[in-house]
């Protein structure tokens, strides 16, 4: 059996950017609810998909803002995007499925929670996190129970992918984030230090701690390995602080059990008010299995 896991916020974004507006019949904004809706039951149509839990961010604020003031918040967000926060968890559970609203944490903090615990489950042959971000490719394991999947691309995020894409072991993302930065969490890296650098040296050394802290005793093929080791030492209080904001947390209080993610089918009742809600009455004729 194989656990999917959803990133229900990612999932909202690319609804919201990919698609035509809808409103629904008061005239509100719920184009990217519609087109989540539609995608999950897309992905609830493949008969492997037999376990499901979804994560999203009910807020954009997190425990991470608390330790970097530049750190990602709804700033700068379409509001109507927004507005359908709520809207979409409501749409998820009606369709029969467990979410996960993050307040103090993130959606990839749940995610990685979720694929942490039950990855080594008896019942478990795989986790697959239904995610393209960056982040999560530090959950994915060498021995490929863990593995993300992009949706969009159709393309399994496997150990070996992360190597090809960022030079360095799944375990080594954190700290290739701290050195490389991250603009879309909002937080900038280190002066000087760049992708194929970062890749190069963490390759060798895998974790910040263990780089040696004079660049003469790298072994590297880099030539600026002087200056890039100077930085770190000076910089070295913001590369931790960057690579605890960039590391997914395990400890996010999640209830369920794993029979509790078992999809058993949509139910009738709460997913046809949603319909009504929405205005999109083409949903029905998409339900793959009713609950009974």
């Known amino acids: 059996m194989q656990l999917h896991l959803l990133d229900a916020t990612y999932e909202l974004f690319r609804a919201h950017f990919g698609r035509p507006p809808v409103d629904d019949p008061s005239g509100r904004p719920v184009g990217a609810t519609v087109g989540l809706v539609e995608s999950v039951l897309r992905l609830l149509r493949d008969p492997a998909v037999t376990h499901l839990a979804c994560a999203t961010d ?3 604020r997190s425990w991470r803002n ?3 003031a530049g750190y990602k918040t709804e700033a700068g ?3 109507v995007l927004l507005a359908q926060f709520a809207l979409a968890e409501t749409a998820l559970r009606a369709l029969g499925l467990v979410v996960w609203p993050m307040v103090e944490f993130e959606a990839d903090d749940a995610l990685a929670t979720a694929a942490a615990r039950w990855a080594d489950a008896p019942d478990v042959d795989r986790v697959v996190i239904l995610s393209p971000d960056k982040d999560m490719a530090q959950c994915v394991r060498p021995d490929a129970r863990v593995v993300c999947f992009d949706r969009r691309h159709e393309r399994t995020i496997d150990a070996d992918a992360v190597r090809a894409k960022f030079g360095v072991e799944p375990e080594s993302i954190p700290d290739w984030l701290a050195l490389v930065g991250d603009a879309a969490d909002g937080f900038p890296g280190l002066r000087g230090w760049g992708k194929s650098s970062a890749s190069a040296v963490l390759a060798r050394y895998r ?3 263990a780089i040696p ?4 005793d790298w072994d590297v093929p880099l ?5 890039l080791a100077a930085t770190l030492r000076d910089c070295r209080a913001d590369a931790d602080l960057y690579r605890e904001l960039a590391t997914l947390r395990l400890d996010v209080p999640l209830t369920e059990t794993l029979d509790d993610l078992a999809w ?3 139910p009738r009742e709460p997913f046809s008010l949603l319909v009504a809600v929405l205005g999109a009455p083409h ?5 793959p299995r009713w609950a009974e």
């Open 283 to 287: 949903l029905e004729s998409r339900v």
């Open 223 to 227: 030539r600026n390995t002087t200056v």
């Open 77 to 79: 967000m379409p509001p």
């Open 264 to 266: 058993r089918g949509v």
């Open 213 to 216: 802290p004079d660049g003469r």
């Open 207 to 209: 974790h910040l701690e």
């Open 58 to 60: 009910h807020v954009i």
């Open 66 to 68: 608390e330790r970097y």
